[in-house]
């Protein structure tokens, strides 16, 4: 594995506005630090306590994004730097957030995860349940947050029939929230989707962000 070379290739494949979160889960400070210096700023991890451990030992230059799925009592622990939240599928984790931020004086940029696979395990909001937390009278209270855009996980699956069409569908629906909800603290330009095994197809579908792990990192011996 040759975390330099890796992330050369995939740069060279993907267009330039897109934001490639290198998923370090797992993965050791010297394969963090490999990435740093071959360039990569934004890393994503799916545990807090993981997470906080890298960061007080990396750069403080990185950005670093939750990718996992969020247990609210914990948010605090990395409310002082953590630079984008993809997991939120709760209005009451939004408040927690808000709430963490405001006491470190800043504003935590959040995605809102829609649930956009076949499969009962993921976790996620439908396309209903984000329209509604967009248009809660409440969320403009939230001053402390912005919900920057939506975040998805396909199917685990090689069809790319089905991987399209959840893509795609998610794409649709960013779009159109896009114009019809704007405020404050709700802006939408990112919508995350993608991963080592689909992301050119997320990309050709509008995704702007993709989470990319074992691409960069090799493979994992566990989640
Ligand atoms: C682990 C993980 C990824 C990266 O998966 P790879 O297949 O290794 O690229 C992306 N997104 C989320 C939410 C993850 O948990």
Redesign the pocket.
Known sequence: MNIKENLKNIHNNIPENVTL?A?S?TKPVADLQEAYNAGQRVF?E?KIQEMVEKFEVLPKDIKWHM??HLQSNKVKYMANFVDLI??VDKFSTLKEINKQAQKHDRIINCLLQAKIAKEDTKFGLSFEDIEEILNSSELKDLENIKIVGF?G?ATFTDNQEQLNEEFSALNTFFEVQKLKTVSKNCQLNTLSMG???D?QLAIENGSTMI???????G??NY?
């Open positions: 979160v998923v889960k994503g799916n990718i996992g993809h997991g975040m996980m991963m080592s095994g992301y989470r990319v792990g074992s691409s960069i990192f493979s994992r989640n």
